[in-house]
């Protein structure tokens, strides 16, 4: 999806003289998280017809003639989360790939590594594309995903990992809940921080008295859940076991190899 193309039908709307709140526009995507963005892309370009309050303003304007298109991302994810398999279906892990993407303004740079049990890379790919969807909290999987999918097309690994939440998530879909689904391979979600839900003694996270990802590590842990045909249990232990440092080896790897390749094309 092209959010910002959907964000400037919304402006092409407001009437000469008139104004729009940031949260207003927000709202008329069909999220209020999305006021920040909203506000970012507005300094960007210049749109002074684009306030944050209503303070001062009596001509602000409303009336937004729109699909509502974050509203319908979230259907799309609770009708995806009814798909997702919550058993181990992934058989002897002998290959774990990690999946990251690194980001120059709205260029993506996506990294695949895929390892075997020996910690050897046995194969790496890259990819660069425009993202036309920024960072909204919920909605990583439509700006990561159409980068992530490229890089997974054709791949078998036993298992991947990606940086980002499984049903670890509000409505049970993140990122690697998409990937899963839509490639039909074994994903695990390994997220930095904690998106939602309760982190219990053991490290068991809890959403509606339902475990659904596990904390692993001491001092600073992973945030773990299973994306697809996996279960909790098997996405803490096959994290742990590729614990060398604080991100497991393979989703390192990629986060390196991301950042590098944006770094290069940087120069």
């Known amino acids: 999806m092209d959010l910002y193309h959907a964000l400037q039908s919304l402006v092409d709307q407001i009437p000469s003289g008139r104004v729009v709140t ?6 008329a995507l069909g999220d209020p998280r999305a006021a920040p963005v909203v506000r ?3 300094d960007a370009h210049g749109l002074e017809q684009v306030v944050d309050d209503t303070v001062g303003h009596v001509d602000v304007f409303t009336s937004f003639n729109t699909d509502f298109p974050l ?3 979230r259907r799309e994810q609770r009708a995806l989360r ?5 058993k181990d279906d992934c058989g002897p892990v002998e290959t774990v790939a990690g999946v990251d993407v690194a980001y120059a303004g709205d260029l993506a740079y996506g990294a695949y590594v895929e390892m075997n049990a020996e910690g050897e890379t046995l194969r790496f790919d890259r990819v660069s594309m425009a993202v036309r969807f920024p960072y909204i909290p919920t909605y990583l999987a439509y700006r990561e995903g159409p980068v992530l999918e490229r890089l997974l097309r054709g791949r078998r690994p036993s298992l991947v990992m990606v ?4 049903v670890l998530h509000p409505r049970g879909c993140g990122l690697a809940c998409h990937l899963g689904v839509t490639h039909d391979l074994p994903v695990i979600g390994v997220a930095k921080s904690l998106l939602c839900g309760e982190v219990r003694d053991g490290g068991g996270i ?8 596990m904390a692993v590590g001491e001092d600073r842990p992973v945030y773990v859940s299973p994306g697809h045909r996996v279960t909790v249990d098997t996405a803490a232990e096959v994290t742990r076991s590729w614990q060398r440092h604080r991100i497991p080896e393979p989703l390192r790897r990629a986060h390196i190899l ?3 390749t944006k770094n290069e094309n940087a120069l």
């Open 206 to 213: 809890y959403m509606e008295g339902e475990l659904v990802g």
């Open 163 to 166: 940086d980002g939440n499984g």
């Open 258 to 260: 991301a950042t590098r």
């Open 40 to 42: 970012r892309w507005a």
């Open 22 to 27: 940031c949260a207003g526009l927000a709202r």
């Open 71 to 73: 509203e319908e991302l």
């Open 82 to 86: 009814r798909r997702v398999v919550l």
